[in-house]
């Protein structure tokens, strides 16, 4: 026993980080104002409230208050993760709940707690807890977390979500328990009494539910029992006795107890699958035998829907006389779900704001809308809540029995059953492991566990813990994966004797308390230590003489083997992990807790009374006296490099040995007093030494590790001996301490100084300080580690050359060195121990002493197949890759040499150019190491990790490189670490990537080319979201003056306005033009004969005239600023007033037109204002946030601005945001009856639903029209404007579909002929055009092959309604409207061509657009007679000719002789004067159909800015203006109005060409129009004129025109050639679909943004076409900001250089990149490449950097001036480095060459355009220094160095003429490569008797010799040549020794600087 107790002291760990602990929300609840506390406050001032000593302060105040009020306090604790990567911030969350409030902190050792978020909810909490519910997305199956708090009350849950959604989701029945799961939460119903009258006969009700989303209902979860007979049955968990204790989300698993047989399971959670869920719902489990057998498929389901009321608690009840018999309804009827639901609940009607709450269909119109599938607003019941509580508030409460039907009821059963279906489950769980009753345990049943837990050891098995304290014990259960990874299986038990216990994650560990309250510490199941916390007594000390040990004894122990532990006992801590069977005592049962507590009371000092709230490794301990401690665990190491030993350790040993090393380190490691961070490495090789059976206290250099080294050996020394008198063994310690070592320059001379081989020396060698016998260097064989030594030393020297390619590990490799080159000797693998000496001559020459091992012995040490004799070096193999030489393949160890796998395979794909080496042919280059454990999953994890594939097309190998290292997660910071040989091939990849990237590469690939401005553009955002997100100031300046803001224009964003057109201030121009909200100037003189009264009337009539055009202005406003705004969601839009007021001169005074002096028109502003509106919502972008509700908010309050928010409704449809409008608001927008709303509202959610064939939208269409309403319904009356709106909102949602039903209806409407009650008997014309447009729309661009209408002669239909002729019957449904003719308009048989011909004729040139038809085009020919010509309105020749012209869409030619030549040929010839001719007919003619031809050429080039286009509209557009400036017989004839209407549609043709170019000769004609108000300038002209000037400034210069199908359609409607006479007109067309246009307009704006300065720039483009017919493939060049032409025009657009990086969009791919570049306010960043400047800055391009070496080739480098670098590059990197190491100062006094040198490299990376080669430059150039120096002390820079040269020669070997692909272009590297050879050359000279002793073997001298020996070795690329004198035996000229030179594997350059010392050393025996 006493070996046992001594261990149990002597093996302790200390604790650390006390502190107490309180929750901190009961701190932060003491504050919150909820009702419980306000009832303490006036018991008791706050001072005292909670005194921290625990109750005593409390429980006189407490006791009035009840004190379960304080006991119901729960809370948890968990690791935060809050979007933040774990290495970067490690806090701890804390969830507390107390009565009515749940609050969430957050707080980590360094911070303080601070509240979260806090809930208070109506009815105490009863569990709140953290779960993820899973969102599915509508698009393809990947789900989203929603992180979210659950709070459970007794009738509902809350749920709250991190993104601040809130659910309520209220509760069917009595929760016991919530649980939460991986796919969201479990609920357990409280078990209640009446459950066993309410079920029916063997049929038990469900028990456990799921609820996936708060949205969703809450389903029952199915199971699956494990069991021979029964194990294929599916049933519902309805058993009461199944108690769920755990739930666990990885691996998804839940642990139940069975209270009867009181045995744990576990069982596997899972989403049900089709097949159980088929099985479950065909047959709800049921009993062999019973007469229910045949029960009804819902039958169970609806008992489901049952339980809700009989749980609650008011339910619970007697329930009523009918429930014996409405059981036995009889299997036929099933039992419905709303029959048992009369029972008023209390707690339901006690809190009806609850309720109501929780039925309101709008739970939160959020979560409506978050929720893919939800349920949705109109479906029936909301979600499962509405089910189960449907007649939840019926006033029966005399029991349920009064809907039930008797058995002998002769009622229909189905008018019982108003919705049977049932309740889906969702998820299943499936029985993976049950405890076994064994027969020792029937003495008592274990109670139900109070813990469980997941922990996993050292060594990475994984358990299950739970602990049961009836028992006292925990039982570990071992969990495996296995094979496929589905199926966990559970091998073995382990029973523990615990009080408590709590997992500690990150050290994979877990603490226990013991029974008898000691604390200790077990990883898995192996016991680790004590743990001793400070301040607190260990019981075990104090109560040993009372108590004996405390125990069970357990039969089925796992111990871990006892052997081996005799070996330790050097060491003074003898801990092996104990197998727990050893305490064994007498068996004493439940008395003993009493005994403990009694005996506490006389124990002054508190014990550890429980243990919760684990997270990491820390955890709180409950004490006795009700206070508590957070304590946290130490880890097992802090070094790096111990940690990577130990990982490499664990993965080659098996798993006992190395849970048994593992074990002992930490004990050593953290004994109480522990060493301090410095020792860790020399503690871990003493201990490590030791275990492999050294004595490290007589090596020489372990002997120095034994001192504590707190700061540096001096120190060490000192405390070492009391004496402060120093001795010589303080000298030879300094020198010979290995931290001397490596920090003096000099190799140091130590006592081992002999010649001799290295056996001999053994023993003089030794200090004089302890002289041994030499058998004491003998190795221990019995050391547990012995047999594993070559393994060990394997492993380790893998883990040294993964440190060598880390420059920031590397610095550890030298002391890993030191245990490999002892343990290399001891081995006696001399290649080894050549290749550290090689790596560092100066440290290695100091280590001489070698250890034996027995040679009877050697059979115990197991030499794995994989140690190989010839060492593997990393640097090696990648040197002899360079040199394109045949490679072994790499050993590695998976999961702890990941860089050397990374850097292996990057040379093979990129030097060996092996496309396959990172996918298939992994195995040709790394070799794994298969450990004794382990591997398995490491492979499978290693092979995941390929199998992503990366989609290599044929790009280059730089690019598969570049894209390969971004899938392994490498990034720039890791690419800084990798040393600069290695890296510089990487480097060079990433360069030529940098070059020529690809457009579609992804955010990361990006990052690691350093192009900053693809992974800018790689974040989706656009100006606006970027401005807010990284200050990008694109927000409009403020505006000085009060009034500026109202005009509604301050939106566009000046930077990039300012860029396009820079010279001049047209965007304000336009913005003056265009404003409506100032009043206008009116200014009359007047004249000395008139009376004020008349002057007054003058006045006014003036202002009426300057009010037609203020009025038409809004049209245009809504173009020029479209899209410009993002509104904010808490304030309404502003809409700029429409001001009809003027000011006369001089005094300024009023004008009003409301004095009532003049008539002014009845409902004048109803349009203008409906115009308003519109033009204010166009603003709002289509990528803003804009929500119903916000929508709603918009309304105004006042009825008169009513028109100006249907406009506004309308606007939103244009740009989409009117589909989030809930279908309820539509319906009560349109209940209201506001003719203008319902325009607004029809037009706009056609507008958004555009071409969808939306059924829910047809129908609101299809009530406001009468013929698609069936012929018996009710007339409605619809306003005649509505039924407009409706139609063409008919040909919106059906555009381009050829819908057949709509088709013929609308064809028939084109014809409707008036109504006999005076019903469409006005306006006609605007309701035939819409019918036709609408019509054309449904069959656009379909042409002759419209499927399936054939019989309806759709183009000769058209055809008769253009020219007239008799009218058909009607045909179809409406034939019995239109029987009786209208008593008001006489029309006879045939048909009214005015009415019709519009419609017609646009809808036969849509239905054709752009086919070419030509048989359909000659209908439209204007007619070659005069006589005919008499027949046809001007109006209709302008529009046969435009339809005529855009069917025959590719003959459209940019040039004057194409337009003239539309005019017939009659119009052209000379005139016989005989003939009588009508001049002002043919004037008329010749005018309109010129005016048609101009707008046929508009559409045909909107948007492109063709210059010919431009010059041949301009060219009429003068002409007709001469026409009217002379009043002369030409304008007479036309008439005013004709020439008007021609000169306006010119004008708008005009505008569409230059559409969002802001061309100033279009703007001038518009402004010279806009100052013509007088005479017959109309309402309608102003507004064609500014819809013009709209059109031309589209969205502020950021828009333009399409010319696709749709784009026409609605161009068409728009800008239709009769605009309207006055405000009110809508006769002919209705006004609102001017706004059509908008749905042609598409943002095609290019605006280069810097990157780094975040500001719009110039840059220059090349666009390329595809070529056409009418082109070949052309390049253009244009400087951006600039309008793309229309993309599928394109072929790829790229940025030029040399200003930017250039960045090329290919377009014959795909467009859709582009398409979202420009959507997003077409955001190109650019990056500005070192030393050039922007355009702004430096236009011609003479002061960029490389333009002063034009003239001579070398003086860049001399006329650079270092100062000028930050003109140049904004790297801050760069920048410094030319002001601290370009410049003389006066501190450093650097020579004058070094200064140029480092100019001149500086001037090479930023002319190079790779600044991030500066560092490579500086380490070469120091690495040549000092070996030039002679002071190199490894000869790591070399090897850099030689890889850097191979490279180099590889590339220049390849192809010379490819030298500017290679990152180091210019001169420095020969200069370098020539400063190496010259040294090494020298020094060879001088000592070529080294290099040959060297090569004899024979031992090197310690000096200065060994490092360059060693350096030239290196850099020379020698194979280990001892011994080669033997290969070289008879070599006596050049000639043998070339032919030898493949045997000795040196290159052949090298061998030829050998040659002499070579032939030397092999002639030099022989002449002896």
């Known amino acids: ?429 499936e029985q993976l492991w049950s405890e076994t009753v064994t027969a020792g345990c029937h003495r008592e049943m274990s109670s139900q566990a109070s813990k469980v837990f997941l922990t996993s050891d050292l060594c990475e098995n994984h358990y299950l813990c739970f602990l049961v304290e009836s028992h006292q014990q925990l039982r570990c259960v071992k969990l495996v994966e296995s094979n496929d990874t589905s199926q966990l299986i559970f091998p073995s038990v382990t029973t523990i004797p615990a009080k408590d216990a709590e997992p500690l994650q990150n050290i994979d560990a877990m603490l226990v308390l013991e029974a008898c309250g000691s604390l200790v510490l077990y990883t898995g199941i192996t016991r680790v230590s004590k743990v001793f916390v400070p301040g607190l007594l260990s019981p075990t000390f104090s109560l040993t003489n009372h108590l004996p040990h405390l125990s069970k004894p357990v039969d089925n122990i796992s111990t871990p083997t006892n052997a081996g532990s005799r070996h330790l006992q050097r060491l003074d801590e003898d801990v092996m992990p104990s197998p727990v069977s050893e305490l064994r005592g007498p068996n004493i049962k439940h008395h003993e807790a009493s005994f403990l507590e009694d005996y506490a009371f006389q124990q002054a000092t508190p014990y550890i009374h429980a243990l919760r709230d684990p997270v990491c490794n820390r955890v709180t301990l409950e004490l006795s006296s009700g206070t ?122 130590g006592p081992a100084d002999s010649n001799s081989n290295t056996l001999t020396s053994e023993t003089e060698g030794l200090s004089s300080a302890s002289s041994p016998s030499s058998p004491s260097l003998k190795l221990d064989s019995s050391a547990p580690l012995f047999p594993h030594i070559p393994a060990l030393f394997y492993v380790l020297h893998l883990l040294y050359q993964e440190l060598q390619l880390d420059e920031l590990q590397r610095a550890r490799a030298s002391s890993l060195v030191c245990l490999l080159q002892q343990l290399a000797r001891d081995l006696q693998l001399e290649d080894y121990v050549d290749l550290y000496w090689r790596d560092y001559p100066s440290l290695m020459s100091g280590f001489t002493e070698s250890c034996l091992i027995d040679q009877a012995l050697i059979g115990q040490v197991q030499c794995p197949s994989f140690l190989r004799a010839e060492p593997p070096c990393v640097l090696s193999w990648l040197s002899s890759c360079l040199r394109g030489e045949e490679n072994q393949p790499f050993p590695y160890l998976p999961g702890i040499c990941q860089r050397t796998r990374l850097l292996v395979l990057s040379y093979a794909l990129y030097i060996l150019g092996d496309e396959n080496a990172t996918s298939s042919d992994v195995s040709k280059y790394l070799v794994k190491l298969s450990a004794g454990q382990k591997s398995s999953a490491n492979e499978l994890h290693f092979r995941r990790q390929s199998s992503v594939k990366v989609k290599f097309s044929n790009e280059s190998l730089s690019e598969q490189l570049v894209v390969w290292l971004t899938s392994q997660g490498f990034t720039l910071k890791d690419l800084e670490s990798v040393p600069f040989g290695v890296a510089l091939p990487i480097r060079e990849a990433i360069y030529r990537c940098r070059e020529q990237p690809c457009s579609d590469w992804s955010e990361e690939v990006c990052l690691l080319i350093g192009r900053q401005d693809l992974t800018r553009q790689a974040h989706k955002m656009t100006l606006a979201k970027a401005s807010v997100l990284s200050g990008l100031s694109l927000e409009p300046p403020p505006t000085t003056e009060a009034d500026e803001e109202e005009d509604g224009m301050s939106d566009i964003i000046q930077e990039v306005t300012g860029l396009i057109w820079s010279q001049d201030l047209r965007v304000q121009e336009v913005r003056r033009l265009l404003q409506s909200s100032r009043p206008v100037r009116v200014s009359v003189v007047q004249l000395p004969e008139v009376s004020d009264h008349e002057y007054i009337e003058e006045k006014e009539n003036k202002l009426l005239q300057l009010c037609q055009r203020t009025m038409a202005l809004p049209v245009g406003r809504g173009l020029f600023t479209l899209f410009s705004y993002h509104p904010v969601p808490t304030e309404p839009l502003p809409v700029p007033k429409l001001n009809l007021t003027g000011r006369a001169p001089p005094r300024n005074t009023m004008v009003d037109l409301n004095s009532g002096n003049i008539d002014v028109p009845p409902n004048m502003t109803s349009w203008p204002s409906f115009h308003n509106g519109v033009a204010a919502g166009l603003k709002i972008a289509p990528a803003s946030k804009v929500d119903s509700a916000w929508i709603a908010y918009n309304k105004p309050k006042s009825p008169e601005l009513a028109n100006e928010y249907a406009g506004f409704l309308m606007a939103l449809g244009l740009n989409g945001h009117l589909t989030k409008l809930a279908t309820l608001n539509i319906h009560d927008y349109l209940t209201k009856g506001h003719e203008m709303t319902s325009i607004g509202l029809l037009l706009g959610v056609s507008s958004a639903k555009l071409g969808t064939m939306d059924m829910s939208i047809t129908r609101l269409l299809s009530i406001h029209i009468p013929a698609l309403l069936p012929p018996t319904s009710t007339e409605l009356d619809v306003p005649h404007n509505v039924q407009v709106a409706a139609v063409i909102g008919i040909g919106l949602v059906y555009q381009g579909t050829g819908h057949r039903h709509n088709a013929e209806v609308l064809l028939s409407e084109i014809g409707r002929p008036p109504g006999p009650e005076m019903e469409y008997c006005t306006d006609r014309e605007s309701y035939s055009l819409a019918a036709g447009l609408a019509l054309g729309m449904v069959c656009l661009g379909h042409g002759s092959n419209l499927i399936g209408m054939t019989d309806l002669n759709v183009p000769e239909q058209l055809y008769q309604y253009m020219i007239g002729g008799h009218r058909r019957a009607q045909a179809g449904a409406n034939r019995e409207r239109h029987k009786s003719p209208s008593y008001q308009i006489k029309e006879g048989d045939t048909i009214n061509v005015d009415v019709t011909c519009p419609g017609a004729t646009l809808a036969l040139a849509m239905i054709y657009l752009k086919t070419n038809n030509r048989s359909i085009a000659d209908w439209l020919k204007p007619p070659d007679t005069w006589f005919l010509l008499d027949f046809i309105k001007p109006e209709f020749l302008l529009l046969r000719t435009l339809a005529r012209c855009i069917i025959m869409w590719d003959e459209i030619l940019p040039n004057t002789e194409w337009v003239k030549s539309n005019i017939p040929q009659i119009m052209r010839g000379t005139f016989d004067p005989s003939e009588d001719i009508n001049m002002e007919t043919m004037a008329q003619a010749q005018d309109y159909i010129t005016a048609g031809a101009c707008m046929a050429l508009g559409l045909r080039f909107a948007g492109s800015a063709n210059s010919d286009a431009f010059d041949c509209l301009y060219e009429f557009a003068r002409t007709f203006m001469k026409i009217m400036s002379f009043a002369g017989t030409a304008a007479v004839q036309t008439g005013y109005y004709n020439l008007q209407t021609g000169l306006s549609m010119i004008l708008l043709a005009m505008s569409m060409v230059m559409s969002g170019t802001g061309n100033l000769k279009v703007l001038q004609l518009c402004r010279f129009f806009h100052k013509r108000t007088g005479g017959e300038m109309n309402y309608g002209f102003h507004m064609a004129h500014h819809m013009a000037l709209g059109l031309l400034f589209l969205g502020g210069g950021r828009y333009t025109l399409s010319t696709s199908n749709s784009a026409i359609a609605a161009l068409l409607c728009a800008l239709y050639p009769h605009f309207p006479a006055h405000s009110t007109d809508n006769r002919y067309h209705l006004q609102a679909l001017r706004h059509l246009a908008v749905l042609a307009a598409e943002p095609r704006l290019l605006v280069p943004v810097d990157v780094d300065s975040l500001k719009p720039c110039y840059a220059l483009l090349e666009v390329t076409y595809k070529e056409t017919k009418w082109y070949d493939e052309t390049t253009v060049e244009l400087m951006a900001p600039t309008m793309l032409p229309e993309l599928h025009l394109l072929k790829r657009v790229k940025v030029k250089g040399p200003r930017y990086w250039e960045l090329s969009v290919d377009l014959s791919k795909e467009t859709q990149h582009l398409k979202s570049i420009l959507s997003r306010d077409g955001v190109l960043y650019v990056k500005l490449r070192a030393g050039q400047l922007p355009y702004k800055d430096d236009p011609q391009g003479w002061k960029s950097l490389l333009a002063t070496s034009v003239n001579h080739c070398n003086s860049g480098v001399r006329a650079f001036k270092p100062e000028a670098i930050s003109t140049f590059t904004s790297e801050p990197a760069l920048v410094s480095f030319a002001e601290f190491f370009c410049k003389t100062s006066d501190g450093m006094k650097h020579r004058e060459d070094t200064l140029v040198l480092f100019s001149a490299m500086l001037y090479e990376c930023v002319t190079q355009e790779c600044p991030e080669m500066l560092p490579t430059y500086i380490a070469i150039e120091q690495a040549v220094g000092s070996l030039r120096r002679g002071d190199l002390l490894q000869t790591f820079p070399l090897w850099q160095l030689r890889l850097v040269v191979e490279l180099w020669d590889s590339r220049m070997l390849k192809d010379p003429t490819n030298a500017h692909d290679t990152l180091l272009t210019s001169e420095f590297l020969p200069v370098m490569k020539n400063t190496v050879d010259v040294a090494l050359d020298s020094w060879l000279k001088g000592n070529s008797s080294a290099l040959q002793s060297y090569m004899r073997g024979e031992v090197l001298s310690r000096d200065a010799q060994s490092v360059m020996l060693a350096s030239f070795l290196v850099y020379r690329s020698i194979p280990c040549l001892r011994n080669t004198h033997t290969q070289l035996e008879g070599c006596s000229s050049l000639g043998d020794l070339l032919s030898r030179s493949s045997q000795l594997g040196i290159p052949l350059r090298d061998l030829l600087r050998l040659a002499p010392v070579l032939l030397g050393s092999a002639s030099g025996p022989q002449t002896l």
């Not at 799961?181 to 078990?191: A, C, I, P, S, W």
Request: hydrophobic share 35%; with cysteine; proline share 7%.
């Open 1 to 429: 026993m006493s070996e046992v107790v001594y261990e149990e002291t002597a093996t302790m760990i200390a604790a650390g980080e006390l502190q107490s602990f309180v929750p901190f929300g009961r701190e932060h609840c003491r504050n919150h104002p909820n009702a419980f506390n306000l009832q303490l406050r006036e018991l008791q001032p706050a001072s005292e409230l909670w005194s921290s000593d625990g109750a005593a302060g409390l429980v006189g105040s407490l006791q009035e208050v009840s004190l379960q009020e304080r006991e119901r306090e729960c809370w948890q604790l968990r690791k935060g993760c809050m979007g933040v990567k774990e290495e970067d911030m490690e806090f701890e969350e804390e969830l507390y709940a107390a009565g009515n409030v749940v609050v969430w902190s957050q707080g980590s050792r360094t911070q303080a707690s601070s509240v979260y978020k806090a809930f208070t909810v109506d009815s105490p909490v009863q569990q709140a807890l953290w779960c993820n519910f899973a969102v599915p997305h509508n698009k393809k199956d990947e789900e989203e977390l929603e992180h979210t708090v659950c709070i459970v009350q007794s009738s509902c849950v809350n749920v709250h979500t991190v993104t601040g959604k809130d659910f309520i989701s209220p509760l069917p029945f009595q929760v016991s328990d919530v649980w939460a799961t991986k796919f969201g939460l479990l609920l357990e119903r409280k078990n209640t009494a009446n459950d066993a009258q309410l079920s029916p006969p063997g049929e038990p009700l469900p028990t456990v539910f799921s609820m996936l989303h708060p949205l969703d209902e809450i389903a029952p979860v199915v199971c699956k029992p494990a069991g021979l007979f029964d194990g294929s049955r599916v049933q519902y968990v309805s058993d009461f006795t199944m108690k769920i204790v755990f739930t666990c989300c990885q691996p998804s698993i839940l642990i139940s107890y069975d209270t009867v047989q009181g045995t744990h399971s576990v069982w596997a959670l899972r989403k049900v699958t089709h097949d159980e869920r088929s099985t479950v719902l065909r047959c709800p489990a049921e009993p062999v035998g019973t007469p229910l057998g045949l029960m009804a498929s819902g039958f169970l389901t609806s008992h489901l829907r049952n339980i809700s009321r009989l749980d609650s608690p008011g339910g619970s009840g007697a329930p009523g006389p009918g429930t014996g018999t409405s059981c036995a309804v009889g299997p036929s009827s099933p039992l419905h779900y709303s029959a048992l639901h009369s029972h008023q609940s209390r707690i339901m009607t006690s809190s009806p704001g609850l309720h109501s709450r929780v039925h309101s269909p709008s739970i939160s119109n959020m979560a409506a809308l978050s929720r893919a599938h939800s349920p949705g607003m109109a479906a029936p019941s909301f979600s499962g809540a509405a089910r189960f509580n449907t007649s939840f508030h019926s006033p029966s409460s005399r029991g349920h029995h009064g809907l039930l039907l008797s058995p002998n009821s002769t009622v229909n059963e189905t008018t019982l059953v108003p919705e049977m279906e049932p309740i889906m489950p969702d998820l299943c769980i």
């Open 628 to 749: 508590m401690l957070r304590i946290s665990v130490p880890e097992i190491a802090t070094s790096e490099l111990v940690r990577k030993c130990l990982q490499a350790i664990r993965f080659i040993l098996p798993k006992e040995a190395a849970m048994k090393v593992l074990v002992k380190w930490y004990n050593i490691y953290n004994a109480p007093g522990g060493p301090s961070a410095h020792a860790e490495w020399n503690l871990f090789v003493t201990c490590f030494m030791t275990l492999m059976g050294y004595n490290t206290e007589r090596l020489n250099w372990t002997q120095n590790l034994h001192f504590e080294v707190p700061l540096s050996p001096v120190i060490a020394a000192k405390k070492a001996r009391p004496s402060d008198g120093g001795s010589d063994e303080d000298w030879d310690y300094l020198l010979g301490c290995h931290y001397q070592r490596q920090m003096n320059s000099q190799p140091v001379c």
